[in-house]
């Protein structure tokens, strides 16, 4: 007696959901701010000076460029 063994697989499609961008830019009297990343997370940047990390709609870190290369979270993230 003879067994076949058959394997079928499905390919299966990964719907892919377009992330919606920031890129904004501005001036006000207290300086030119730039905003750029995705919805989820993005950066300010304040006179090419000062940079805002923002994700999930809160201000997580902040850099200094004049004095610093990497960002100083307020809290674990």
Not at 9 to 27: E, L, Y
Not at 51 to 62: Q, S
Request: hydrophobic share 40%.
């Amino acid at each position: 007696m003879t067994f076949w063994l058959f394997f079928i697989s499905k390919k299966q499609s990964i719907k892919q959901v377009p992330v919606k961008k920031v890129d904004i830019s501005f001036k006000n009297v207290n300086g030119n701010y730039i905003a750029t990343g995705n919805k989820n997370e993005f950066i300010v940047k304040k006179d090419d000076r000062f940079e805002f990390l923002v994700k999930d709609g809160e201000i997580i870190a902040c850099k200094d460029n004049s004095r610093h290369s990497q960002f100083i979270y307020y809290k674990e993230a």
